[in-house]
């Protein structure tokens, strides 16, 4: 009997040490658990004593009741703040800049630009005015398409009841110059520079340009009276069917660089001439600017 018990005691022994090991490891486990998701020890034991058969328990972290974890979310002294409220993060991309103006200087002398090697051309349409000279050996006399289209009006004028005439064509560089003076001399740099083009800046020498007038009514030419005459108006109305525009209109001396000549008209084609016309552009304005920018101009304006 005696023996039987010792047995006895012995297993209860034996039973309670591995049970102390065993709780011993899950304590040890747990701590380590709880540490790596950042509970403390404290609700750790309460957890575990759950387990083993007690009454407390207590939430996990995250949860209503437990604790806001350290990480996994920007904090209340500002760890984690956002980047972009930090000063980080992408740069704000750039303001779009406005467009350049492609009229911007147009009808103004630049005294630094020298003569170019080769003329200027748009779209395949040789352009001069003020800031797209000519070489001053450019000198390609007057176009013969542009005659061709120049007799062709005129016979046209003449069924209407007009003679027009051409009383000025293809003007070579150094003819400019001598007229160029002349004008100076007279009117002065600023005054002369609004009708008469400098040596190398004059569309006369490109071949293309026609002053016109009326026969017998010579008093008119290279005047603005000329736009007031029959003969005057019928152009203006009718030159664009012959591949011909008014290249200085009124209102427009800000782009062309010119005052307002009613008389000199430029051979540009009949299709271009066409456009041109019914926009109620000048040559810079049709070249220059963006298709759609600019709308037909007011007639009445």
């Given at each position: 009997m005696r023996r039987f018990e010792a047995r006895k005691d012995k297993r209860k022994k034996t039973a309670g040490i591995t049970?102390?090991?065993?709780?011993?490891?899950?304590?040890?486990?747990g701590a380590a658990w709880t540490g790596a998701h950042d509970w403390d020890l404290k609700e750790s034991a309460a957890s575990l004593k759950g387990v083993l058969g007690g009454t407390e328990s207590v939430a996990p972290s995250g949860t209503d009741g437990g604790k806001v974890p350290a990480s996994g979310g920007p904090s209340a002294e500002g760890d984690g703040d956002d980047p972009a409220e930090a000063g980080g993060g992408t740069d704000a991309p750039d303001q779009d800049l406005p467009e350049p103006d492609p009229l911007e200087g147009i009808g103004e002398y630049d005294d630094n630009r020298e003569l170019p090697a080769e003329p200027t051309y748009f779209d395949g349409v040789l352009i001069a005015n003020k800031k797209y000279p000519l070489p001053a050996d450019f000198a390609p006399g007057e176009d013969p398409a542009a005659r061709e289209a120049f007799d062709e009006m005129a016979a046209a004028a003449r069924l209407d009841g007009f003679e027009l005439a051409a009383f000025s064509t293809f003007r070579p560089f150094e003819r400019q110059q001598e007229l160029y003076d002349q004008y100076v001399a007279r009117d002065g740099v600023e005054e002369a520079d609004r009708y008469s083009a400098?040596?190398?800046?004059?569309?006369?020498q490109t071949g293309l340009a026609f002053d016109i007038g009326e026969v017998n009514r010579e008093q008119h030419w290279a005047r603005d009276s000329f736009g007031e005459t029959e003969a005057g108006k019928w152009l203006l109305a009718n030159a664009h069917r012959f591949g011909f525009i008014l290249r200085y209109p009124e209102g427009k001396e800000d782009i062309t660089g010119y005052m307002h000549e009613s008389?000199?008209?430029?051979?540009v084609g009949k299709e271009l001439a066409a456009?041109?016309?019914?926009?109620?552009?000048?040559?810079?304005?049709?070249?220059?600017?963006?298709?759609g920018k600019t709308g037909p101009a007011d007639p009445d304006k």
């Open positions: 049970a102390a090991v065993v709780i011993a490891l899950l304590l040890a486990g400098r040596p190398g800046y004059s569309e006369h008389w000199h008209y430029r051979y456009k041109i016309h019914s926009k109620r552009e000048t040559l810079e304005e049709y070249l220059l600017l963006p298709d």
